[in-house]
């Protein structure tokens, strides 16, 4: 069932979001060269708690951390580690604030130092993929819309688009319906409704779009070892448009 958000449901939300984008943000200046992906992660749990947010993902499913923080061939779920950012490194950081029972998602990707000419290009390509899935949640036309627009324009880039991990509604619970898919025919699926909320996620890879994960059960690589990143926004639909939670305001 997908539910229609009230007003003060938005609102909370809405307000979990800024602190979430706020995060991202303070990340711009924190992440650089020699800086662990496990400091990553200690950051994110102190901004979040130190703004009266819970670090939703710590704990859910069994997972451990606060963030997510997925480097190079990681497309999503990465552990932090001890391991130390390097000149010409990718990453996205993935993190959920949950705030009087209301939550709000969002993952974002930086660029370590001196970045290949490819790397650089699936960033921008990925963040404009993500834009683009946004312009379609507009009132009556279909989730489906949302994968189309996406995968016909990062395949019109030379890039994938990950068929494993989609978006997903999002509330009370951190997934909920509908399904969000990043790929696919148009005109399928439910229409998007006012009061919807959901996320946008695309994870685009360089090479083939196949993944595997690790014995932990959760770092998902790409199959062939290529680059993938990934941006996310939680929206709710409004009469006027997608309203982007998760966007300072």
Not at 13 to 27: F, K, N, P, T, Y
Not at 81 to 99: E, F, K, N, P, Q
Request: hydrophobic letters at 35%; a negative charge.
């Amino acid at each position: 069932m997908i539910i229609a958000k009230s007003r003060h449901e938005i609102q909370l939300m809405r307000e979990a979001g800024q602190v979430v984008a706020s995060c991202h943000e303070a990340l711009r200046s924190f992440i650089r060269e020699g800086v662990t992906t496990m400091q990553i992660d200690r950051f994110v749990e102190d901004f979040l708690t130190k703004h009266g947010m819970i670090p939703a993902q710590k704990g859910y499913k069994g997972y451990p951390y606060a963030a997510c923080t997925s480097v190079n061939d990681v497309v999503c779920h990465g552990f932090p580690s001890d391991y130390r950012l390097r000149s010409g490194d990718i990453i996205t950081v993935d993190m959920v604030a949950l705030h009087k029972g209301l939550h709000a998602d969002s993952a974002w990707s930086y660029g370590i130092g001196e970045l290949s000419e490819t790397a650089s290009r699936l960033m921008q390509v990925t963040e404009q993929s993500l834009y683009i899935g946004i312009e379609q949640a507009v009132l009556d036309n279909h989730i489906s819309d949302i994968g189309h627009a996406i995968q016909t324009f990062v395949e019109g880039q030379g890039f994938s688009v990950v068929r494993d991990f989609i978006g997903h509604g999002i509330g009370r619970q951190m997934h909920e319906s509908p399904e969000v898919l990043h790929f696919g025919p148009p005109h399928k699926g439910p229409k998007i409704k006012k009061g919807m909320a959901f996320t946008i996620e695309p994870m685009v890879n360089t090479g083939s779009y196949e993944c595997t994960v690790d014995d932990d059960g959760w770092t998902a690589r790409t199959a062939d070892g290529g680059l993938s990143i990934q941006y996310e926004h939680t929206l709710v639909v409004t009469e006027n448009g997608p309203d982007i939670l998760t966007k300072l305001a």
